[in-house]
């Protein structure tokens, strides 16, 4: 995902926001590509497949296959919001989120308690969990109401900040899945901080908005995140503002690009 420019900045170490433009080019892109792939979970949908290939011996069998793996449904633009969130910390803030949290879900259509976005971030040789809270709205305020109430952007980054049990169960939580997984030994790295200072995390939330830029979206939550924030800490928030208008169709665009290979 290309940043078509940096609205305005906020914020100095630890806790730090951003106001970033997403252009129509950029999105489509986005959409067609790494947000497609990341809402549609393509890579453990090719897993279960592979898994699955001897087992699927007759033509029946591999379209009964297709059916199970395949998805009809238009996404909600909340899920389309998180894999743009996603793809934009993985680009730009080298992330890695190796265990989506669609994998966890019993049913269709739910969304689970804890952070939205569990995983990784390197820099340079040191390996640090990552923790990021997503939320998408086209509210004309500025923040818009998902910022605020007992599940608003606000009360989760102070939870993740000061609670040392919310953190020790993300970290719990992607260890079970990190037993017998290729990405075992970056857990491992990140867990050997971890262990050595609880609070040494990184911690991202993110707006996802198709308003005019401005910096209200970001500049309360900064300026209260920074109130008793460990110093080996750091928080970044970040608004991503897409062209206006475009939250409202964002599951029926994404939805496009997977049934026409990438052409709207």
Known sequence: MLITATEYTLGSAPVTG????????????????????????????????????????????????????GDAREPEAWRVGEALAETYLSIHQNCNFPWPDGRDERKRSSSLPGADLVGFQREGEQERFAFGEVKT???????????????????????????????????????????????RGRYQAAASVYLRDPSEVRIFGILVRDVDPHEDDLRARVSSLEKDCPPATAIGLFALYLPIGRIANLGRQVMQYRELGGDS
């Open 18 to 69: 951003e106001g970033l433009a997403v252009s129509d080019h950029s999105l489509d892109e986005s959409l067609a590509g790494p947000v497609s792939a990341a809402v549609f979970d393509d890579e453990g949908h090719g897993a279960i497949e592979a898994l699955l290939e001897g087992v699927a011996d007759t033509e029946f069998a591999q379209d009964t296959l297709s059916a199970l793996l």
């Open 137 to 183: 709205s086209g509210e004309q305020s500025y923040p818009p109401g998902a910022a605020y109430g007992r599940h608003g952007l606000k009360q989760q980054l102070e939870d993740l900040k000061d609670s040392r049990t919310i953190r020790d169960d993300l970290v719990k939580y992607l260890g079970h899945r990190a037993v017998s997984a290729t990405w």
